[in-house]
């Protein structure tokens, strides 16, 4: 078995013999260092409008979270936890959170 896989690793790290290895560009280089020194079109400053807008929706999304959160916490639990549950389903109390 141990000669099989042997043979089996040989033939394929042979049959890497005849590869040539793989030739490049020899002018992309050149090529990318002038597109990266190229000038970039002008661009446009973002209008104070959309600022205020996203700053805006910002504020209310985090206005909307706090509100939920405290709603969720002032709310009553309903003093479910794991000992109910475990007492409930008539389990031992060797529980661990490891599978």
Do not use: C
Not at 36 to 60: E, H, N, S
Request: net charge negative.
């Amino acid at each position: 078995m141990k000669k099989n896989q042997e043979q089996w690793v040989d033939d394929i790290l042979g049959s890497l013999q005849g590869m040539q290895a793989a030739e490049g560009n020899p002018h992309l280089h050149t090529r990318v260092m002038a597109r990266l020194q190229q000038q970039l079109p002008d661009r446009q400053p973002v209008q104070l409008k959309w600022v205020y807008a996203m700053a805006g929706i910002f504020t209310i999304m985090l206005l909307l979270n706090v509100l939920g959160w405290s709603n969720n916490s002032s709310k009553s639990t309903t003093g479910v936890d794991i000992e109910t549950v475990l007492n409930e389903y008539n389990t031992d109390n060797s529980y661990t959170s490891l599978p």
